[in-house]
């Protein structure tokens, strides 16, 4: 049974940090794909990044760029989601997902709230 667990989300002021991370047990980590998404009300969940199985490639959407960075620690079965000089549209619950072992794995997310 995969099993995710977000953290590190919390209050902050615009251009402040966060650092989010994703624990996964359950399955070969270093074999899938890492997503974040966020969550807004009234909104679907819309992915923000994600990362190759060895973690040599990301991907961003294009409000996020050049502040968030996605990274991985394979033996540790952990990603993380580093979230720099934040600014209130980045309110939200942020999810963690990874789809494996023929299910579409989400843990419980975390806010984050971005308000001076």
């Known amino acids: 049974q995969v099993q995710i667990v977000e953290s590190g989300g919390g209050v902050v002021q615009p251009g402040e940090s966060l650092r989010l991370s994703c624990a996964a047990s359950?399955?070969?980590?270093?074999?899938?794909?890492v997503n974040w998404y966020r969550q807004t009300p009234g909104k679907e969940r819309a992915l923000v990044a994600f990362i190759t199985p060895a973690g040599d490639s990301t991907t961003y959407t294009a409000s996020v760029k050049g502040r968030f960075t996605i990274s991985r620690d394979n033996t540790k079965n952990i990603a993380f989601l580093q979230m720099n000089n934040l600014k209130p549209e980045d309110t939200g619950v942020y999810f963690c997902n990874i789809n494996a072992l023929g299910s579409r794995n989400w843990g419980q997310g975390t806010q984050v709230t971005v308000s001076s």
């Open positions: 359950g399955l070969i980590f270093r074999n899938f794909v």
